[in-house]
């Protein structure tokens, strides 16, 4: 399993070159923009009256800290638990694949669990409606045939393939070149222009029925394919103690209704999606996307950071896990819904927070290195002071005391800082694991980035399966496993190819040598060494030998055989 060794690779410079024409229709284009910062440390801005307004509050108080809100106490010290041992401290969680996710052992079985059956017949369905729309525009039948199963499944795997070769971003014309530098597998598989015509004609849902649909929910293109996967994704797999949810944004600068710019983020325009990730071992367990605010209808849920986060640990709900966030999501109510939940949370809060004291904002006479902790029957509160002027504030219900981690030395971290730290980077890993083997290629068209990126999620749950499910030393690394399930993909297209007698001969000589018939290398060879008792020596002499008549096909010693040349042979056919 790749754990914490993550390097991102420069990208080469390509061509950023569209392969879609086409576009959604009564598709209109809003983008919007978060510039939130979810920075751990915040910089102190209190002016005078503040100041005198936090002296004011909490002159007298020798054991509590009020906040802002006049209503808030926290406790000085922690507050004594006589009860027993809290069960959330317990560790009762251990990552791992469940149900039918624990028989698997075969990279394209541990695919299958997510990209499955009914989502692939699903786009061929589709697709096949699509082109049958198009097909009069195009002058030969040839040129617009339908699809089936093991094409898509192809050309899934050249999106694999391509990806593990960084060659995503490339023109098609590149990956198709006979000069040696292309692709050869993907000549091998189909023709450039089928490529292109399949992306342009890949379809999700119905399109008859997309109006109509699409006037209560603005995901109505692929919201039965993105249902299908989060369900596939919650059935195979138990996730650890710890989760996180962030936000991941994925790149697209086409028309589209809830596209979001946001400047710190490496794509900064795209498709915000937010994700619950095992904090261990960075599997997707449930995913929501933004698309701003639906239509009245069943669809028509609250976009506040409090109600996303409760959708999204609701499959986990009473099960004592715990859950790491930033400042965008971390609030004192929030903290508590998930208590009665049965779920604990950690994660930075931002200071403008009513329930907060002064004094954990005010850091500008504290030490560098102090820390301030608050506490609550749920909750505790802690600021840290990393730097000169700067403040790191945290809310902790799964920690309960004012512990000082001594492994930082000097620094004397509090121990939910630590905590935070370890844990909070699930989703910006499976960022990273998704980008270093990309199969997102140039589009117009958003239903495609939805596409790109579940396929490169179920990449890493099923490698995370496999490697769950297989000996260490039988394991893989990422790349070789998105490379073999891309061959997978590919072999019965492949097998089908070789025997086509309509394509040119280069194409057919490699498709049987990328994909040999098990039989052939085996007959070939022996035939070739195979020696027999010449036919007119008999048992008398027991003469054995290698040569045969080519007419007849007896073996016969060279003292039974009449040897000619080229020459010969030619003129006596010419003669009978």
């Known amino acids: 399993m790749e754990h914490a060794r993550f390097l991102l690779s420069d990208e080469e410079d390509t061509e950023r070159i569209s392969y879609d024409d086409e576009s959604s229709e009564d598709e209109y284009d809003i983008c919007e923009t978060r510039e939130e910062d979810t920075d751990t440390e915040q910089e102190e801005e209190l002016d005078a009256k503040q100041n005198k307004n936090a002296s004011t509050s909490e002159q007298g108080e020798s054991t509590f800290y009020i906040g802002r809100d006049s209503k808030t106490r926290w406790n000085k010290f922690p507050i004594t638990q006589l009860r027993k041992k809290k069960r959330h401290n317990i560790a009762m969680h251990l990552p791992g694949p469940i149900g039918d996710a624990t028989k698997v052992t075969s990279i394209m079985d541990c695919w299958n669990l997510f990209i499955g059956k009914d989502i692939l017949e699903m786009l061929v369905k589709f697709t096949n409606e699509q082109i049958k729309k198009i097909q009069p525009n195009y002058g030969r039948e040839r040129d617009a045939n339908l699809t089936d199963l093991i094409e898509i499944k192809a050309l899934i795997g050249i999106l694999y393939v391509a990806g593990c070769k960084k060659l995503n971003r490339c023109n098609p014309d590149e990956l198709w070149t006979a000069d040696g530098t292309g692709l050869e597998i993907a000549r091998t598989i189909m023709s450039d222009k089928r490529f292109k015509f399949l992306l342009h004609s890949l379809r999700f849902d119905d399109k008859n029925s997309r109006k109509e649909r699409i ?3 603005k995901l109505a293109a692929v919201r039965d394919m993105v249902d299908i996967f989060v369900n596939s994704c919650q059935q195979n ?13 994925e790149g697209f600068r086409g028309r589209c209704g809830f596209r979001q710019h946001m400047p710190k983020k490496p794509n900064r325009h795209g498709i915000k999606i937010y994700i619950l990730v095992d904090a261990r071992m960075y599997y997707t367990y449930n995913l929501e996307i933004y698309c701003g605010k639906q239509p009245e209808g069943e669809y028509s849920v609250s976009n506040s950071p409090d109600q996303i986060v409760k959708r999204l640990v609701k499959p986990i709900a009473k099960s004592w896990r715990n859950l790491t966030v930033d400042n965008w999501f971390t609030s004192c109510s929030l903290v508590s819904d998930l208590l009665q939940d049965r779920i604990t949370m950690v994660g930075t809060i931002r200071k403008n927070k009513r329930e907060l004291p002064l004094r954990f904002t005010d850091v500008r006479s504290r030490k560098v290195y102090s820390s301030l902790f608050g506490f609550s029957k749920d909750f505790t509160l802690v600021s840290y002071v990393p730097k000169k002027n700067k403040n790191v504030l945290l809310l902790s219900s799964f920690h309960r005391n004012d512990t000082i981690d001594d492994t930082t030395g000097s620094r004397k971290k509090p121990e ?10 699930g989703v910006d890993i499976l960022d990273q694991l998704t980008s270093n083997y990309n199969v997102q290629r140039n589009t117009k068209r958003w239903t495609m980035v939805i596409f790109y990126c ?14 769950s499910n297989k000996n260490t030393t039988n394991d893989i690394s990422r790349k070789g496993f998105l490379k073999q399930l891309g061959l997978e993909l590919m072999f019965e297209q492949i097998e089908r190819r070789k025997h086509m ?10 498709a049987k040598r990328i994909c040999p018939s098990p039989s052939s290398p085996k007959t070939s060879v022996e035939t070739e060494n195979k020696r027999k008792r010449c036919a007119d020596c008999g048992r008398a002499k027991n003469r054995y030998t290698k040569y045969k008549c080519k007419k007849c096909e007896k073996f016969l010693c060279l003292s039974h055989i009449t040897p000619m040349c080229k020459n010969c042979i030619e003129e006596n056919r010419i003669s009978i």
Not at 416 to 425: A, E, P, S, V
Not at 501 to 510: G, M, V
């Open 454 to 467: 579940l396929l490169n999620i179920a990449g890493v749950n099923a490698h995370i399966i496999h490697h």
């Open 215 to 217: 006037k209560t929910d």
């Open 237 to 249: 797999y138990s996730m650890s103690e710890y989760c996180t949810i962030d936000e991941k944004l």
């Open 416 to 425: 939910i800082l630590t905590f935070y730290n370890l844990t909070k980077g």
């Open 501 to 510: 007698c309509c394509l040119p001969k280069d194409i057919r000589e490699s």
